[in-house]
């Protein structure tokens, strides 16, 4: 089974717009932290913002924000006045943290490709 | 400075060929990542090096063979590859703290053809 569920292959939004990219996981696990990466068509996967499992309040960083809903296991990044510079493809990350053992590999989803139009 | 560098950016290589990437970073981490990745698909992870030893390998053919001479440098040597193996190679770094915060760090990539 998928533990990082990305359910929008690819969306579009249209300038200066704000927009969703949903992110759901699976993990058993207390302790775990939640990462948004995008990867522009050069390739460099560019860290976005972090969400940890215990932190009450939602992430933001400018204009990315996290929809943090732990109860539904879900890590939704909302993009605000989107700019053309935010085509890309976005992957959500987990790390998890098993009886006070974090483990060194992080989980990516499948991504979403996102276009934004002018 | 979250740098994270790279070399080459392309490089192209035939199946009796031997070569070596390299990345590095100045940012004092001591976890660093081999990713492989294929158009349109999500990185897959290859090698962990935690404070120079290795930690993970993800079963990965021997034809690709790690090495972290130092804290700061990671490499990956190539030898014998085969068409399939072409895909962007990724190189992270991450503090290496052990904990869920540790925030992996990405090189541009190189991008690796196989003839």
């Known amino acids: 089974a998928q533990k990082i569920t990305q359910t929008q292959p690819g969306m579009f939004v249209q300038e200066k717009e704000a927009v969703t990219l949903d992110c759901t996981y699976d993990t058993s696990d207390q302790s775990y932290g939640l990462f948004w990466y995008k990867q522009p068509s050069s390739g460099e996967m560019i860290f976005l913002i972090y969400?940890?499992?215990?932190?009450?309040q939602n992430a933001t960083e400018g204009r990315y924000s996290l929809n943090f809903q732990k109860a539904r296991k879900s890590a939704n990044l909302v993009i605000s006045a989107s700019q053309l510079g935010d085509s890309a493809m976005y992957f959500c990350a987990m790390r998890e943290s098993r009886r006070g053992l974090t483990y060194d590999k992080v989980i990516f989803g499948p991504g979403t490709s996102l276009s934004v139009i002018p | 400075d979250t740098e994270v560098t790279q070399t080459p950016k392309h490089l192209v290589m035939g199946m009796t060929n031997k070569k070596s990437l390299k990345c590095e970073q100045h940012?004092?981490?001591?976890?660093m990542y081999w990713y492989k990745q294929k158009a349109k698909k999500p990185p897959e992870l290859m090698f962990v090096y935690s404070y120079e030893k290795l930690s993970i390998n993800e079963s990965v053919p021997s034809r690709f063979s790690p090495e972290c001479p130092n804290s700061s440098l990671l490499n990956l040597h190539l030898h014998a590859l085969q068409p399939e193996d072409s895909a962007l190679y990724l190189c992270?770094?991450?503090?290496?703290?052990?904990?869920?915060?540790?925030?992996?760090?990405f090189g541009p990539g190189t991008r690796l053809t196989v003839l």
């Open positions: 969400q940890g499992s215990y932190d009450e």
């Open positions: 992270a770094s991450s503090q290496g703290t052990g904990t869920v915060t540790d925030t992996q760090y």
């Open positions: 940012m004092g981490h001591r976890a």
